[in-house]
């Protein structure tokens, strides 16, 4: 969702930035680098922080040139306030960002442009991972006790009072969730095992039907009238180790279209789609396939220099790759052109895993 708001940007002029050679620029926060009320026309960088650890904050990246970026502007914003523990994801509507705290249970209700605090909702949630918006509603997608296999549901937030109001019981392992046309499609990657399903949720909030896509759906994406999933399929240390799959869903009558397998041993989890092309990263290779292709693409545009790849995304013909390093110490952001030539990288917080971007 993009809206655009004419909204102050404080200290445009400030660049900073701590090192820089002919391959790459190292930028690094000041303290109050961005003014509260700046955060619009940029990109929100999730760091999801170690799990069990109140260590999750936001990093942002402006779009516009000269360049800002500030680290932890939850708490510069609220500094009487921690975010938590394990941010999962991002969910805009309106003027909102709700921020979904995987470890702590609740979700943060920001103003999306200043980030100010509006609200905070931490009852009726158990392991919540991600959140869309439909018929006047939230809804969140909840493991319930991973360790427990019939107990997963998606949450219904009545975004008035930022409270729960029902639940939705689903197959396990309920994560990423989109809305399209008053329904809701919740792929189904199986918490702590494994899963092949995508739900339909229809607008009187019932399960209309699953869909069976690829094993471990781990990215979906609408474009066209199309549901398109990347499924990253068993991996070897499951015992079972199975393909993974390229699905698309008509949305006209929720049948696939087309599935596309990958190499045996091939995993991919990271996806998206810009200016007609899917693209997706296997290992640190950034492929293209055209969305009518019917084949998979087997040379990548260009390889990243990460040396954990965590998160990925792609737009406004730039590519941004999350770098977990090592799931301890800060993570980086690296920034490509649409060629794969490196332009920035940035020093965020631990495990960068997810882009937003606040135009």
């Known amino acids: ?38 955060y619009e026309k940029g990109v929100l960088v999730v760091n999801e922080g170690n799990f069990g650890s109140p260590n999750a904050e ?28 394990t941010a999962q994801s991002i969910g805009f509507n309106g003027d909102l960002a709700y921020i979904v705290l995987n470890g702590s249970n609740k979700i943060e209700v920001v103003n999306r442009y200043t980030f100010e605090s509006v609200a905070t909702i931490q009852t009726g949630l158990q392991n919540p991972r991600y959140i869309a918006f439909a018929n006047g509603k939230g809804y969140v997608t909840n493991w319930g006790d991973a360790g427990v296999t019939t107990d997963d549901y998606v949450a219904i937030v009545n975004l008035t009072t930022n409270q729960i109001t029902g639940n939705i019981a689903v197959v396990e392992g309920p994560e990423q969730i989109v809305a399209y046309n008053n329904a809701l499609y919740v792929a189904h990657k199986g918490g702590y095992s494994f899963n092949d399903k995508i739900s339909l ?23 066209n009238n199309e549901l398109y999933v ?7 240390w499951s015992g079972t180790e199975t393909s993974a799959k390229l699905v698309t869903v008509n949305l006209a009558t929720n049948a696939l279209a087309q599935s596309l397998t990958f190499a045996a041993g091939e995993h991919p989890a990271l996806m998206d789609i810009e200016a007609g092309s899917i693209y997706f990263m296997k290992g640190k290779g ?7 292709a019917a084949a998979l693409p087997t040379t990548p545009v260009f390889t990243a ?44 917080g631990v495990m960068p895993n997810g882009f937003y971007f606040n135009n």
């Open 1 to 38: 969702m993009k809206i655009n708001k004419l909204l102050g940007l404080g200290l445009l002029t400030a660049v900073f930035f701590a090192s820089c050679t002919d391959e790459e620029i190292v930028y690094k926060e000041a303290p109050a680098a961005v003014s509260k009320g700046a």
């Open 58 to 85: 936001i990093s942002y990246i402006s779009s516009e040139f000269p360049t800002l970026f500030q680290n932890s502007i939850f708490n510069t914003v609220n500094p009487t306030k921690v975010l938590g523990n």
């Open 201 to 223: 949720i229809n607008s009187s909030d019932v399960v209309q039907t699953t869909i069976t896509v690829g094993d471990v759906p781990s990215v979906m994406e609408i474009n």
């Open 230 to 236: 990347l499924c990253s399929g068993k991996p070897a």
């Open 286 to 292: 950034v492929y293209k396939k055209d969305l009518g």
């Open 305 to 348: 220099t990460a040396t954990t790849v965590y998160g990925f995304a792609a737009q406004n013909s730039k590519f941004y790759v999350g770098d977990a390093i090592d799931y301890v110490a800060n993570g980086k952001v690296t920034v490509y052109d649409m060629a794969g030539t490196l332009q920035r990288t940035y020093t965020v």
